[in-house]
């Protein structure tokens, strides 16, 4: 029972620092900040054009749907991880909410090179 308790304590406490890094890193993007935003919770939208980075020039063009490998709000499997929806695609990374341990940002390249992610429900490696 205790085991069960701390168990659940700390996949809390993951997911409140998740939560924590995700807030740092949309202090410091360089993206559209509405994007950003609307990205966390698995949606997207143009850039704004009225945030700070779209006023500065600093927003890049968001990537287009075919250039990316795995879709926002699509499920994926991650040996470590467990089954989560990603929520963000950027040209070098992708952001996926983990049912378990919340949200990770995880390199493309590195993602891509060793299969990290498949399909929700697959047993095969995409």
Wanted: glycine share 8%; aromatic share 6%.
């Amino acid at each position: 029972m205790v085991d069960a308790v701390v168990e659940i304590a700390e996949s809390h406490r993951m997911l409140e620092r998740s939560r924590v890094d995700m807030m740092r890193a949309y202090a410091e993007t360089d993206r559209c900040r509405s994007e950003f935003l609307v990205g966390y919770f698995g949606e997207r939208v143009p850039r704004c054009g009225s945030c700070d980075n779209c006023r500065s020039g600093a927003a890049p063009e968001p990537a287009a749907a075919e250039e990316v490998p795995f879709a926002v709000q699509s499920r994926v499997d991650h040996e470590e991880f467990g089954t989560g929806m990603v929520t963000d695609v950027e040209e070098d990374r992708v952001t996926v909410l983990f049912d378990e341990v919340g949200y990770r940002t995880l390199s493309l390249a590195v993602v891509e090179e060793q299969r990290l992610l498949r399909p929700a429900g697959r047993g095969d490696v995409a």
